[in-house]
Nanobody, 125 residues
Framework: QVQLVESGGGLVQAGGSLRLSCAAS????????MGWFRQAPGKEREFVAA????????YYADSVKGRFTISRDNAKNTVYLQMNTLKPEDTAVYYC??????????????????WGQGTQVTVSS
């Protein structure tokens, strides 16, 4: 059983940056596709980014392409989401998730098997 713990959220002004981390426990982390999703109040959870098992392939939602970067360090069992040029519409709870059945990054939350508890990101205008 893999457990995920997100960190790095907070309050930032528009145009600023944050880096989210997702620490995983469990031996199979290095074989799984990992993704980031977000959910704003009153909205459905939406895909943000995904990365394949070795970091060789990454996938992004159009809304964050060019501003966010997903990466992973399998030796540290950690996935990162670097968020630059943040906008108020990026405000949401951000969730890390793992997909055991990859190998490609999926944008559907239904394809992910385990989830973290989320970290709040608030971008002020």
């Amino acid at each position: 059983q893999v457990q995920l713990v997100e960190s790095g959220g907070g309050l930032v002004q528009a145009g600023g940056s944050l880096r989210l981390s997702c620490a995983a426990s469990g031996r199979r982390f290095g074989r799984d596709v990992m993704g980031w999703f977000r959910q704003a109040p009153g909205k459905e959870r939406e895909f943000v980014a995904a990365i394949n098992w070795n970091g060789g392939s990454t996938y992004y939602a159009d809304s964050v392409k060019g501003r966010f970067t997903i990466s992973r360090d399998n030796a540290k069992n950690t996935v990162y989401l670097q968020m630059n040029t943040l906008k108020p519409e990026d405000t949401a709870v951000y969730y890390c998730a793992g997909d055991r059945n990859g190998p490609f990054g999926s944008s559907s939350s239904r394809d992910y098997d385990y989830w973290g508890q989320g970290t709040q990101v608030t971008v002020s205008s």
